[in-house]
């Protein structure tokens, strides 16, 4: 009986993750109507955006390091990796404004938090742009 039983247990149970699964494979198959939706995950623009923003801030990681690297090796950082650093955070800053002024980028943005990154990143600029004038 018992026997029966873990067999008839079985069956269904295996016949529910059957039905499961080709639940799963229907809505991955079916197109999601997305344009009433004001979603940022599914924008085109604001995922344009995003890539380019986290290519920016890597970008700038990427220089960071070779700035420390020269601080560390010459005492200074080349003027070449100043003026590449500038151009960086000033895209940066671009990219900054843009999600702020945007309707489509700032939905649900705590414009307060990137106020004050722009003001950080302009503060950032600003130094460097006053190294670059003394050291050159």
Same mark, same amino acid.
């Given at each position: ?12 149970? $295996? ?24 979603? $940022? ?8 955006? $995003? ?86």
């Amino acid at each position: 009986m018992k026997s029966k039983y873990l067999v008839l247990v079985a069956c269904l149970s $295996l016949s529910m993750m059957a039905a499961a699964q080709s639940t799963i494979e229907r809505i991955e198959a079916t197109p999601v109507n997305v344009s009433n939706l004001k979603n $940022l995950t599914v924008s085109p623009m604001y995922q344009e955006w $995003l890539a380019r923003y986290q290519q920016v801030g890597d970008a700038i990681n990427a220089v960071s390091d070779q700035y420390q690297l020269e601080v560390n090796k010459y005492g200074y950082p080349k003027k070449k990796t100043i003026q590449k650093k500038i151009e960086l955070v000033t895209q940066y800053i671009t990219l900054l404004k843009q999600q702020r002024d945007s309707d489509e980028l700032n939905q649900n943005l705590d414009v307060k938090k990137v106020e004050n990154k722009i003001i950080m990143w302009e503060e950032q600029l600003n130094g460097l742009n006053y190294l670059l004038k003394k050291i050159y």
